[in-house]
C-alpha cells in the first residue's frame, strides 16, 4: 500500500502538484491546450444565436418555441455534467475532455442529415447531441484551467482562459453571417410572399446552409483531438492517501455541498447569471430587426459582433483590474452597470435600444468564471471538487429557463423590446449576490 501511494505521488509530482490538487506553477504548453478548449463552446453557442432567428422564420415559430433551441443545448449541459464528473473521478481531466470533443464530433455530424430531415425536431436532437460534448468539455475545462497552478491565482487563470471564450463566440457568428445567412437579405421578407410548395422548398434550401458552419468546425475539433491525445497532461487532483483516507463516495460529496451554504449561494447566482446571458443574445438580433425594419438578418447579425467584442473588452478589463482590486468589488459594479444598460435596452426608444443592448455584454464579460472560481473556493475539503466543478456546469441549464420565460413574455406582451425586463431583474439579482460576497472575498 506504501509503495503503491509513493508511486502515485510521484506520478502527481511531476509536474509539481500539492497535496490539494493544485500545481506548484503553471506548466504553461498544458495550460495554453486546455485554454483553446474555451473558444470551442463559445462558437457552438453563438452559432445558436443564428439558428434562433433562421429556424422562426423557417418554421414559422414564436418567440417562445423559438427558445427550446436553448433549451435542448442548456438541458443538454445539465443532464451530463454529474456524468462527467464520475469521468474525472474515475479516470482524469485529460479523459473527459477528449469524450467531449469525440461527443462534439459526432453532434456536429448530426447537422449532415437534420439539414436534409429539415424538421425542427430533428435539430433539436443535433443541438442536444453538441450540448453533451460541450458539457464534458466545460465540466473538465473550467476547473482544470482552475487547478492549474497556485491556488491564490485560480481566478485569474480561469479568467485568462476565459477570455478566448468570446474568440470562438465572434467565430460562430461570422461563420453564421456568411454561411447561413449570407446574401439572403432578412429571410422573413423574402418567404412572406411564398406559399405551399414554393415556400417548403425554399425553406429547406435555406436550412441546407445550416450545415455549412459545422464543416469547419469538424476539421478544428479533430485537429484538438490529435493534439490532446499526443500532449502529457497534469493530474490537477488532490493527492490521497489510502492508508489514512477512503475514497469519498459522490453521496458524500453531495451531503458535503449540501450543507455548503456559500457554495449553493453561488449556485443560484450562476444559473441566474447564465440565464440572463443566454437570454439577451437569444434575443439581440430579433430586437435589432424589431426596432429597425430596413435592415437584413445579415445586417443584424452584426449587433452580435459588436456584443462579442465588448464581451472580450470587458473581460481583459476586468482580468487587469483583479490584479488592483478584489473581483467581488469588480463584478458589483459590472453587475449594477450591466443592469442599468439592460434597462435602457428595455425602455429606451429606436436603436438607442440595441446600442445598450450591446453595451450590456461589456459587463458579462468576468461573470461566468468569477462566480465559478469563488464558488469553487468555497468547497474547502478539495475531495469534492470535481462534483462541485460538475454541480456549478448544472448551472447553465438557467440558460434553458430563462430565454424561454423571455419569449413567453414577449408573446404575452406583443413587445419583444418590453420582454427585455426579464434579464433586467436577473441581472439585478446577480448584482445583489456579489455585493453580499464582498466582505468574504480573499485578500
Known amino acids: 500500500m506504501i509503495n503503491t501511494v509513493s508511486k502515485s505521488a510521484k506520478h502527481h509530482h511531476d509536474f509539481g502538484q500539492l497535496a490539494d490538487g493544485y500545481l506548484k506553477k503553471t506548466p ?18 453563438s452559432l445558436n444565436d443564428i439558428l434562433i432567428t433562421q429556424f422562426k422564420t423557417v418554421f414559422e415559430l414564436n418567440d417562445a ?5 436553448q433549451s435542448a443545448f442548456y438541458g443538454g449541459y445539465f443532464l451530463v455534467a454529474i456524468p462527467a464528473s ?30 436534409r430531415v429539415a424538421t425542427y425536431s430533428m435539430f433539436l436532437v443535433a443541438i442536444f447531441a453538441i450540448a453533451i460534448g460541450l458539457s464534458f468539455l466545460e465540466t473538465a475545462s473550467d476547473t482544470y484551467s482552475s487547478m492549474m497552478g497556485p491556488k491564490k491565482y485560480a481566478n485569474l487563470r480561469l479568467n485568462i482562459s476565459q477570455i478566448l471564450n468570446p474568440i470562438g463566440s465572434i467565430t460562430g457568428i461570422l461563420l453564421g453571417k456568411y454561411l447561413i445567412f449570407g446574401s439572403v437579405g432578412n429571410l422573413s421578407e423574402k418567404m412572406s410572399g411564398m406559399q405551399g410548395a414554393e415556400r417548403i422548398a425554399y425553406g429547406e434550401k435555406m436550412l441546407q446552409l445550416t450545415l ?57 447566482a450562476q444559473f441566474i447569471y447564465v440565464g440572463m446571458q443566454t437570454a439577451v443574445w437569444s434575443f439581440t438580433i430579433r430586437l435589432a430587426l424589431v426596432m ?49 444598460s439592460l434597462l435602457l435596452a428595455t425602455f429606451a426608444p429606436g436603436m438607442i435600444a440595441v446600442y445598450a443592448a450591446v453595451g450590456a455584454s461589456f459587463f458579462f464579460g468576468p461573470q461566468w468564471p468569477t462566480i465559478y472560481a469563488h464558488t469553487l473556493d468555497n468547497v474547502a475539503d478539495k475531495r469534492h471538487t470535481e462534483t462541485a466543478g460538475a454541480i456549478l456546469v448544472m448551472a447553465i441549464v438557467g440558460g434553458a429557463v430563462v ?19 426579464v434579464p433586467t431583474v436577473a441581472f439585478a439579482l446577480v448584482s445583489y449576490y456579489f455585493a453580499t460576497e464582498i466582505k468574504h472575498d480573499i485578500e
Open 28 to 45: 504553461i504548453f498544458q495550460f495554453v491546450v486546455v485554454s483553446l478548449m474555451f473558444p470551442l463552446w463559445g462558437t457552438a453557442a
Open 65 to 69: 418555441a423559438t427558445a427550446f433551441v
Open 86 to 115: 464520475f469521468v474525472i473521478r474515475k479516470a482524469s481531466y485529460k479523459v473527459t475532455i477528449m469524450t467531449g470533443l469525440v461527443a462534439y464530433i459526432l453532434g456536429a455530424g448530426l447537422f449532415f442529415p437534420a439539414s
Open 212 to 268: 455549412q458552419p459545422y464543416k469547419y468546425i469538424l476539421f478544428v475539433l479533430i485537429a484538438m483531438l490529435i493534439v490532446l491525445a499526443f500532449t502529457k497532461m497534469p493530474s490537477a487532483k488532490p493527492i490521497v492517501d489510502e492508508t489514512k483516507h477512503a475514497k469519498v463516495r459522490f453521496s458524500e460529496s453531495i451531503a458535503y455541498l449540501f450543507h455548503n451554504y456559500r457554495f449553493k449561494k453561488g449556485i443560484l
Open 292 to 340: 429597425n425594419h430596413s435592415i437584413s438578418d445579415a445586417q443584424a447579425s452584426n449587433f452580435m459582433i459588436y456584443s462579442y467584442i465588448v464581451f472580450f473588452l470587458g473581460k481583459v478589463v476586468a482580468t487587469w483590474l483583479f490584479t488592483q482590486i478584489k473581483p467581488t468589488q469588480v463584478l458589483t459594479a459590472y453587475s449594477i452597470l450591466g443592469t442599468l
Open 403 to 421: 430565454p424561454a420565460i423571455q419569449g413567453l413574455v414577449s408573446d404575452a406582451v406583443g413587445s419583444m423590446q418590453l420582454s427585455f425586463i
